[in-house]
């Protein structure tokens, strides 16, 4: 199944004429290692070079191949063996020494771990884009200030590039799982029924794989082993779930209420079919109902692993949709994510504006640790700031900062122009650069 965000190079990829494409390649480069071991004759192996290369090419199935192989099932409801006998009609007699002492998952578990390390393979450069972009935003906005948050309450000064930065180390770890998971599913089997190599030499097997940049599984039955393909869905949904934890966070920053930053509004959109004013954040909430649909391929991906004895076909039909799907979606979202930061509203003024919301109390840790300098214990100076705190929390009227100057107990420790040191957004941003540096080291 095709999800309709697709992208057409994934779409190439997912369709049902490189499936059949990819099955050729198998069988093809396993017939040509028995010619190699003598076992194919000389002009066997030429009519099916001659016949079947033009089939190998990419494109080279067509709508036409597919809807033959579609009518042969009808009768043999056997995809592969329709597949096999609409080779022979392409190929002739010859097609005898294809699939020779093979068992279907060794041709499909092949064919597929071909197709997913490319689907990989894509995934991984959408992921080296999208990491360039966050780079290039995080230290546009490296140096600009803005309130952080914790439990969605203003907390303490940070800059909008460190928020980009954080994004950027998640999104390298993403980038190194999907690397594994790429390595670890370029596995194939050409083992046979039970996987014991009864009627393949392991040759045959070392030789398809490498033709197809893939290394033989060392130990297999029936199937290449699930657990492969669990760990492939998986950093696809942690990737997912990365992707929703940014788009968040644009979301939030776009509440009315906030409005430091703001998806693109492109001309001509509209955001309401009832009120002409809204500007809502569809891209970021799509792409979070994304990153639902890709988690939700976990659990069956899992279940998946767990298989009668040297196997049977429970896992078939769900990877048959949830492969295609979670690489396709996955594919779209990065792509949309990279068009929304590149094009992000960013409004600093905003975020200097929001920083001074609570009128000073951003600032409460830095007086809090002076007066614990002075030799105050941390309680007596936590009840002190806490209280002074409290008073402006509720009265918009009063500043944290005139509290200070005027409150005996604070006299008595800190002066006026060391109050207004305290009160400064430097001494929380003094570290970005070396934050920075730990982040872009690379």
Known sequence: MIPRYTREVMRRLWSEEEKFRSWLLVEFYAMEAWYR????????????????????????????????????????????????????????????????????????????????????????EDVKGLLETLKEKAYEYKDTPMIGRTHGIHAEPITFGLKLALFYAEMERNLERLMRAKENIAYGKISGAVGTFAHLPMEIEAYVCEKLGLKPEPISNQIVQRDRYAEYICSLAILASSIEKISTEIRHLQRTEVLEAEEPFTVGQKGSSAMPHKRNPILTENLCGLARTIRAYVIPALENMVLWHERDISHSSVERMIVPSATTLADFALHR??????????????????????????????????LVEKGLTREKAYAIVQDLAMRVWSNETVHFKD???NDERIRKSLSPDEIEDLLNLKNYLSKVDSIFARVFKK
């Open 403 to 405: 509290l200070l100057l």
């Open 337 to 370: 994510l990279n068009y929304v930061l590149k094009n992000l509203q960013v409004y600093p003024e905003r975020m200097l504006k929001n920083l001074e919301l609570l009128r000073g109390l951003i600032f409460s840790q830095q007086v809090l640790l002076a």
């Open 37 to 124: 071991l003598g076992k194919v004759p000389e002009g066997d192996y030429r009519i099916l070079k001659e016949k079947l290369s033009p089939y190998m090419e990419e494109g080279g199935f067509t709508e036409e191949n597919v809807k033959r192989v579609e009518e042969i099932e009808k009768e043999t409801k056997h995809d592969v063996i329709a597949f096999l006998t609409h080779l022979a009609e392409i190929a002739g007699p010859s097609a005898r020494f294809l699939h020779l002492g093979m068992t279907s998952s060794d041709m499909l578990d092949t064919a597929m771990a071909w197709r997913m390390k490319r689907a990989m393979e894509i995934i991984i």
